[in-house]
């Protein structure tokens, strides 16, 4: 009886036991299943996480906080994913067509292939070539259009940074302007790498190429007068020629282009068919006065040279204003600087906006007045008032150089364009021998005297440019520019 109950029990066990033991049967594949997948996840997680490293980093790098490494004879990567190894190999068929994944610590996981698109993978298009590089050295000689000194300097310091890396070489003296400014540009990239240097000179040289294609391009109906013009748009309609200074990114300042643009100009109005003559400018700016980084052009005479040459071209430039014959009447549109508020002396007329402002700061720079300034602005608004603007470097409202009689009249910003022509396009009704005629009784008398003023204020400004006070003052403008 003991051993038939025992019997019973342990065959109760066994059935236990094996019921058990077909239920895990059952559960197995479910299990290798949920395995299975798991793998795919992580798989999949991974290979994300390759193409996320790629596209915010541009180039192969470590992903998943793991470890980098790359053959070129396989073009693999390995990355440590903690717990276990992730191999990704990239199969070079013309242009790494296609990524090969294996888990080398799973054998149960076969390897998986599927195609890469080209675009993330091809190092071409994530780094300018060393073939980019050249083709775009050659574009630069072949530009017609001066980019002007800001562009240059950028250019050779990319240029320097791609070729040798961070600047090596010795800061210049204070007063080697070129070099010192080149050496500033090339020392504020810092530790910027080699291939970022040379896809930023790839990419500054297109966009140089760009916008020149673009501005060679006249659009239809434009006045053909104004196309022979890079740093001026000069229109001639209803008896009017407007020359526009046109550099307003630079806030309209005067390069060496501009000044013989603007005696250009000058010379072809006073003989064509229009009875007066507008000078304007193109954006927030009347004109900003000098480009400062016309300093860093320097030739191969030296600085001697150069204050040379610059008062040759100013003679000849403020010449060109107080020849000129027809009515020339001034239409500042913005704040004024330097050089263009010293020639509205010799203007006929000059109407400015209510947000124009007037400023010489002559002796800030280093510098003296020129453009007549220091014989008409005495005889204008007092020689106090005008030693007030010319040394002290005062800056006068609209309002105040209009109570000063520098200003003929001032209008509202919001209706100053509208305002202005209408009254201009009424001037230019007026016979015009007759305007040409009063202008010369008006003038001629003192015709003789502008021009010696003219000398020497260009005299004494050759040699300002050449003292240490201006020399100071120039370092310090382009040291600051550099910064920004």
Not at 251 to 260: F, G, P, S
Not at 414 to 424: A, D, G, I, N, P
């Amino acid at each position: 009886m003991r051993f038939t109950s025992c019997f019973w029990q342990n065959l109760h066990g066994i059935r236990v036991l094996a019921v058990f033991i077909l239920n895990c049967l059952q559960i197995l594949p479910w299990m290798v299943i949920y395995f299975s997948i798991y793998l795919k996840l992580v798989l999949l997680a991974s290979v994300l996480s390759y193409y996320l490293g790629i596209l915010t980093a541009n180039y192969l790098q470590p992903v998943c906080r793991g470890k980098y490494k790359e053959n070129m004879d396989k073009h693999s990567i390995l990355v440590c994913m903690g717990w276990e190894q992730l191999e990704i190999r990239l199969q070079k068929c013309e242009g790494w067509e296609h990524i090969e994944i294996s888990l080398p610590n799973c054998s149960s996981l076969q390897v998986i292939s599927f195609p890469v698109v080209q675009l993330h993978l091809n190092r071409t298009a994530m780094r300018a070539s060393q073939k980019d590089f050249e083709n775009a050295m050659n574009q630069v000689k072949l530009l017609k259009k001066d980019p002007g000194n800001e562009v240059k300097l950028k250019l050779y310091s990319l240029y320097k940074q791609a070729t040798e890396g961070p600047c090596n070489m010795p800061k210049p003296g204070v007063f080697d302007l070129i070099n010192k400014a080149k050496w500033d540009a090339w020392n504020a990239l810092g530790s910027l790498p080699k291939e970022t240097a040379r896809q930023n000179y790839v990419d500054l040289v297109s966009s140089l190429s760009s916008s020149l294609e673009s501005s060679s391009q006249v659009e239809p109906g434009t006045d053909r007068k104004s196309t022979g013009y890079e740093t001026l748009m000069v229109t001639s309609e209803d008896g009017i020629t407007k020359i526009m200074l046109n550099r307003p990114t630079k806030k309209n300042a005067l390069n060496v282009e501009m000044y013989h643009e603007i005696m250009h100009a000058l010379k072809a109005a006073s003989k064509d068919d229009s009875a007066i003559t507008v000078l304007t400018g193109n954006g927030d700016y009347y004109s900003s006065g000098n480009d400062l980084t016309n300093f860093t052009d320097i030739p191969p005479g030296g600085v001697e040279e150069k204050a040379k040459n610059g008062a040759i071209l100013l003679r000849e430039f403020v010449g060109c204003f107080i020849d000129f014959p027809k009515p020339l009447i001034a239409v500042v549109n913005g704040p004024a600087v330097g050089i263009s508020v010293t020639l509205l002396g010799l203007f006929d007329a000059v109407y400015a906006s209510d947000r124009a402002t007037f400023h010489t700061p002559f002796s800030h720079l280093g510098q003296s007045p020129e453009g007549c300034s220091s014989y008409t602005f005495p005889k204008i608004m007092s020689p106090a008032k005008a030693t007030e603007m010319l040394v002290f470097g005062k800056k006068l409202t609209a309002g105040e150089a209009c109570a000063q009689g520098l200003v003929t009249e001032v209008f509202p910003d919001s209706t100053f364009q509208k305002e202005v022509w209408t009254r201009l396009k009424a001037f230019a009704k007026l016979p015009p021998n007759a305007m040409r005629i009063s202008k010369e009784i008006i003038r001629n008398r003192e015709k003789e005297k502008l021009h010696a003023v003219n000398a020497e204020e260009c005299s004494v400004l050759q040699g300002r440019w050449l003292s240490d006070e201006c020399m100071n003052a120039v370092v310090n403008f382009l040291s600051r520019k550099s910064k920004l």
